[in-house]
């Protein structure tokens, strides 16, 4: 009797998650943040179902503080795959001068991702939506289900969870209602880079190494773009660095690394001691962020 | 309460090297104040577990050896999250049920020895922990065997036990093999893990296909996509499409990477058949040698799931592979005390009660007994006005009842209405039902897509001249109905 190797094992269960929600599901839409986990999340789509076309359209949260690379590699990614792209952004918020100096990260986040995300969901009627986040990356995530519920206010409630066995997926949702839905759930942040090697999966340059202009503050590299208003002392220099993770540019710090290609980018991974949200400002603002952030609708 | 769970697991995490630094920082700060190295922190979810330092819900942890890959179901342990241990357990290969070696085997860790195994569960491990606070005394670790092994024993279908003496805050046995123990001489419990054979769990049935989806790109591709619940699947090979009986051949098996020679569970595939044949989601591709179980009415276990309580004759839904269906509880036929699995009279189960019941489905189901699939042989109920999920079952057995088993057969006979016999007999065949009709005008019914019509069948019909009274096209479809009801057709 053969068996699977564990890549493939995870991606059988992925596809069994994104034909479910396909067939139950009114109006689905996949989350695309144009990061390494959503360039596998539609790939796994595109086998789903092909030779068909991805049965539901792409939803980026554009909070307009992306880096020029990832909006670059959206635009050609979705006209190559013949995928529809739905972008969304908060533009009244934007309107009003919303900006992480001025507000500070967590209310920033607040308008400019998860208040978007939401009117977007609303506005397309959407009753599914997927996200390609992994319960290995923040301890919060660990706890949710692949079909997360959320209220009509599109809040989740991590103490009324829906049980969840096999590989039955309660989809029932009253008008207004919706459901998260992680195929990735079960996959490391390695079994992502090994699966975008062995499948040969584009993705933003901005993952590997090259020297890259860079304020050190404190033991974060932040990229010098978007205006990112300098403390005092701070000098912009070339860094060779890599973005482990891809958030908004003033949010993002890079890693100091050699790693130019999948495969040393893998063999760095195996040697990590340093987890990869590390890097992200937005968990760190407060004790359990991530929680308060996803209670409130945030992916 | 706390037998140690969240510094086992920690354990098992620092030691084999897959805590990041910034995390271990994390930890050191928040330990700062009492000093050494908390690991039960690197299991922390959520701010209420936090706030109560217990486990509420499962949580998922990921790390993996040069050997193995490994998912940690982290499960709380008390008697008021049994749902969500059953949940934890519900996609595991293996269970450790962790006893305090300072109180011994309790009522707790019989009730995690008793549902694990009735998820499905053929692997135990039996860690007994703080070993150093009882001096690694090997009297203490083999009363707890001995005592554990007894109650092992009385579960029925008894999984494999393997027991390991450790202590999860000094390190002993979790990956490194203790020297403080001399007297065992074991694996240690990472070890265990590696090298565990998992291939005898499979007990293999027949090609299970349940239709997830139908791709239909445009008017010449008609794929059927879902993921494989056991067996292989071939191009070339017969296959039986549950309800309709159906049989073809497969075409291909098609992928984005090009068409495969085969495919096995688990994989998610997409299939075409030889001829244009009505299916949709909901239906099963199946081996025709070896086709599952045809129930409307079937025993099985019950793990209650919601505040309000399971009772007989409310409505449900329920979801069995890629269909959900009315249903309803016909019968709670015990209680099952799970420490002492005693059967207890009930009328009706609450909260976290397991118990065995008889369930009817409004449509026929296509079922292997839970031990033999965990796919095909589970199922969840809901309930259709709050939409939760209140019930988690695995099939035990059809009922001894009209309308289980598959493949039901039928003899029926009429005297003087040959014209009824035939109108029956075409529209049976046009079912794929092979049919035969015999002089004493007795017409003898097959299962669907088998190739002849039986010669000993499993149902009896007569009618006399009167009760056919009515036209021949009305009788024939009274017989059809009939038909459907006792099981033999769809």
Known sequence: MSTLTHLQALEAESIHILREVAAEFQRPVMLYSIGKDSSVMVRLAQKAFYPGPLPFPLLHIDTSYKFREMVEFRDRFCAEIGARLIVHSNTQALAAGANPFRLGTQKCCGLLKTRALLDALTAGGFDAAFGGARRDEEKSRAKERVYSFRDSFGQWDPKNQRPELWNLFNSRVDKGESIRVFPLSNWTELDVWEYIQVENIPVVPLYFARPRRMVERGETLIPVEHDVPLLPGEEPRMVMCRMRSLGCTPCTGAIRSEADTVPKIIAEMREFRRSERENRVIDHDQEGSMELKKREGYF | ?490
């Open chain 2, 1 to 490: 309460m706390d037998d140690g769970k969240s510094t086992l697991i920690g354990r098992l995490l620092y030691d084999s090297q897959t805590v990041y630094e910034d995390q271990l920082a994390g930890i050191r700060k928040a330990t700062k104040a009492h000093g050494g190295l908390d690991l039960s922190l690197l299991t922390d979810g959520l701010r209420a577990e936090r706030e109560q330092g217990i486990t509420i819900d499962v949580a998922y942890r990921y790390f993996s050896t040069p050997q193995r890959k490994f998912i940690i179901a982290d499960t709380p342990g008390h008697e008021q999250y049994t749902r969500n241990m059953a949940t934890g357990a519900s996609t595991a290969n293996l269970a450790i049920v962790l006893i305090d070696a300072r109180h011994g085997v309790l009522a707790q860790s019989r009730r995690h020895a008793f549902i694990t195994t009735l998820l499905g569960i053929r692997h135990l491990v039996i860690a007994v922990n703080k070993m150093d606070l009882m001096e690694y005394r090997e009297d203490v670790f083999h009363s707890i065997c001995g005592e554990f092994g007894r109650f092992a024993g009385q579960i029925g279908n008894p999984p494999e036990l393997q027991f390991i003496p450790l202590s999860a805050l000094c390190g002993d046995n979790v990956v490194h093999r203790s020297t403080r123990m001399p007297w065992y001489r074991g694996p240690a419990l990472l070890e265990h893990l590696e090298t565990v054979s998992l291939t005898a769990d499979d007990h293999a049935v027949g090609l299970r296909l349940p239709v997830q989806y139908v791709i239909r790109p445009n008017q010449d591709f008609r794929g059927l996509a879902g993921q494989l619940a056991s067996g292989s699947i071939r191009p070339g090979d017969p296959v039986m499409v549950l309800p309709s009986g159906r049989r073809t051949r497969v075409r291909s098996i098609v992928t984005r990477e090009g068409e495969l020679a085969e495919a096995f569970a688990p994989m998610s595939v997409t299939v075409r058949l030889d001829e244009e044949i009505d299916v949709s989601r909901g239906d099963m591709l199946v081996s025709p040698a070896d086709p599952p179980q045809r129930v409307l009415r079937f025993d099985a276990t019950l793990v209650w799931m919601n505040e309000k309580p399971a009772a007989a004759d409310r409505p449900y839904l329920l979801k069995h592979t890629t269909q959900t269906l009315a249903a309803r509880i016909v019968e709670i036929r015990h209680r099952v005390d799970i420490g002492t699995l005693a059967a207890q009279p009930a009328g009706e189960l609450r909260l976290n009660e397991i118990g065995a019941v008889l369930v009817e489905a409004q449509r026929p189901l296509f079922v292997d007994p839970y031990r033999r699939n965990r796919f095909t042989g589970s199922f969840i109920l809901l309930d259709a006005l709050t939409n939760e999920t209140v019930g988690a079952g695995m099939i035990e057995s059809a009922a001894a009842e009209a309308g289980d088993g598959l493949p039901h057969t039928a003899a029926v006979s009429m005297e003087g209405k040959p014209e009824v016999l035939w109108l029956l007999a075409r529209r049976l065949a046009e079912c794929g039902h092979p049919v035969a009709v015999l002089p004493a005008q007795v017409l003898l019914v097959g299962p669907a897509g088998a190739a002849s019509a039986p010669s000993a069948p499993s149902v009896e019909i007569r009618f006399t001249p009167a009760e056919l009274a009515e036209n021949p096209a009305s009788a024939a479809d009274r017989i059809f109905q009939e038909l459907v009801r006792r099981g033999v057709t769809a």
